[in-house]
């Protein structure tokens, strides 16, 4: 199993070094227009005729990683917010490589999509869509940067950043296609909103939302809300407790929509128990440092904080896609579990929504039928049910507050 189309980053994700238009073809007798300036040094390397000190080189293993995306069938695509596509482009032209049957070729002649202009990623995406006519989950995008990660978030595209400047290596990119193999593995087809459709649907909470990501749901698709506090990066926030539910359905109105705007609590249901079961799942201990501020912290502190927060998840031995757990502080006065009490959270982020979540609206009477049953999940004594990884820090916070889990 492959991805139909493989999107590389240029700048220090190709190649090491930035091609910049605004420092390369600056010297004593430079050409123009600036990318005339682009001449071959070694191998696979260029430098500015003009100033020898701005240079750049193709990364060791891109060679063997184009090659081995051809040989696999699948489309390669060109995704940069570099300014100057003439400059990327000749660079890739003096990049040689070998294509699936060993010819020697301009790394840029083996490029179906060729997007560069600088603008989120998103837009790059939502073209080579219309273009290739491939669906989102069957893309992925090596880049170093993790700003550019709303790809995946807002549309599914399988996101694997390359860090510290080490650019795509060949561990990086099997990573990469390790994660995109578990993502399309949890993918169950959607059939709509009716839990009867679903014969092996397994119940996990509830969540109040509004009404714009319940409509994105409910059509199979996923939450794209960039606004709402979230302290676990963008996903979906289910509660065991429907009194919570109902709590949060209120709050979020003054978080983020406006006392005006439409909000119900949902039953949030697993297409498919038995993929849910094997799904990778995190109870997280309540740290700070893990957490994100969607609402205070601008989009690159954001990007790389759900960057390290996977990291972090991946020491504890567990891999995207995730499903995290957590015990949330108490909201104080007028929160309806009692004062000083911790209680439970899920979180459940983009490819899964979209791979295995159906969601079902509730009116208010059923919601009030479900508190006075008195019947709650309470995701803390699921934690071996439900194959949850705890590390030991999330035991001894357990135990701190004198919380039972099982």
């Known amino acids: 199993m492959y991805p139909k189309l493989v999107a590389l980053d240029t700048d220090w994700t190709l190649f090491w070094g930035w091609l910049d238009q605004n420092t390369w073809g600056k010297g004593p007798g430079a050409f123009s227009p600036v990318e005339d300036n682009i001449e071959k040094s070694g191998y696979w390397e260029v430098i500015d005729r003009s100033n020898p000190n701005n240079k750049c080189g193709m990364y060791a293993d891109v060679p063997r990683i184009i090659q081995d995306i051809l040989k696999n069938g699948a489309q390669i695509a060109i995704v940069s917010r570099n300014t100057s596509k003439p400059m990327c482009d000749r660079a890739l032209w003096y990049m040689h490589v070998n294509d699936e049957n060993g010819n020697d070729k301009p790394l840029i002649d083996l490029v179906k999509y060729d997007e560069v202009y600088n603008q989120e990623k998103t837009v790059h995406f939502s073209k080579i869509k219309e273009w290739s006519?491939?669906?989102?989950?069957?893309?992925?995008?090596?880049?170093?940067?993790?700003?550019?990660?709303?790809?995946?978030?807002?549309?599914?595209?399988?996101?694997?950043?390359?860090?510290?400047?080490?650019?795509?290596?060949?561990?990086?990119?099997?990573?990469?296609?390790?994660?995109?193999?578990?993502?399309?593995?949890?993918?169950?087809?959607?059939?709509?909103?009716?839990?009867?459709?679903?014969?092996?649907?397994?119940?996990?909470?509830?969540?109040?939302?509004?009404?714009?990501?319940?409509?994105?749901?409910?059509?199979?698709?996923?939450?794209?809300?960039?606004?709402?506090?979230?302290?676990?990066?963008?996903?979906?926030?289910?509660?065991?407790?429907?009194?919570?539910?109902?709590?949060?359905?209120?709050?979020?109105?003054?978080?983020?929509?406006?006392?005006?705007?439409?909000?119900?609590?949902?039953?949030?249901?697993?297409?498919?128990?038995?993929?849910?079961?094997?799904l990778q799942k995190l109870w997280i201990p309540d740290w700070t440092a893990l957490q994100t501020d969607v609402q205070n912290w601008d989009a690159f502190r954001i990007a790389w904080s759900q960057e390290d927060r996977d990291k972090t998840a991946a020491f504890w031995g567990?891999?995207?896609?995730?499903?995290?757990?957590?015990?949330?502080?108490?909201?104080?006065?007028?929160?309806?579990?009692?004062?000083?009490?911790?209680?439970?959270?899920?979180?459940?982020?983009?490819?899964?929504?979209?791979?295995?979540?159906?969601?079902?609206?509730?009116?208010?009477?059923?919601?009030?039928?479900?508190?006075?049953?008195?019947?709650?999940?309470?995701?803390?004594?699921?934690?071996?049910?439900w194959n949850i990884t705890a590390p030991q820090e999330t035991w001894n916070e357990f135990r701190l507050h004198g919380e039972q889990a099982s």
């Open 133 to 278: 006519g491939f669906d989102y989950s069957d893309m992925i995008l090596y880049d170093d940067e993790a700003i550019n990660n709303p790809v995946e978030m807002m549309l599914g595209v399988t996101f694997q950043v390359s860090r510290d400047q080490k650019g795509l290596t060949w561990d990086n990119y099997q990573q990469g296609l390790a994660t995109w193999r578990r993502n399309k593995e949890i993918r169950s087809p959607y059939l709509g909103t009716n839990p009867s459709s679903y014969p092996k649907r397994k119940f996990l909470g509830y969540s109040g939302m509004d009404l714009g990501t319940i409509q994105l749901l409910e059509s199979g698709g996923r939450r794209q809300d960039r606004k709402e506090a979230a302290r676990w990066g963008y996903a979906m926030y289910v509660a065991d407790d429907p009194r919570i539910a109902r709590y949060f359905n209120e709050w979020i109105k003054g978080n983020a929509f406006g006392q005006q705007a439409t909000t119900i609590v949902c039953k949030i249901w697993a297409r498919d128990g038995d993929i849910f079961d094997r």
């Open 318 to 385: 567990v891999q995207k896609p995730y499903i995290l757990f957590a015990r949330h502080p108490n909201m104080g006065a007028g929160f309806p579990i009692r004062n000083g009490s911790r209680w439970n959270e899920m979180v459940i982020y983009g490819q899964v929504q979209e791979g295995l979540i159906f969601i079902e609206r509730m009116s208010d009477q059923q919601l009030k039928d479900d508190i006075k049953a008195w019947n709650y999940i309470q995701y803390n004594h699921n934690i071996s049910a």
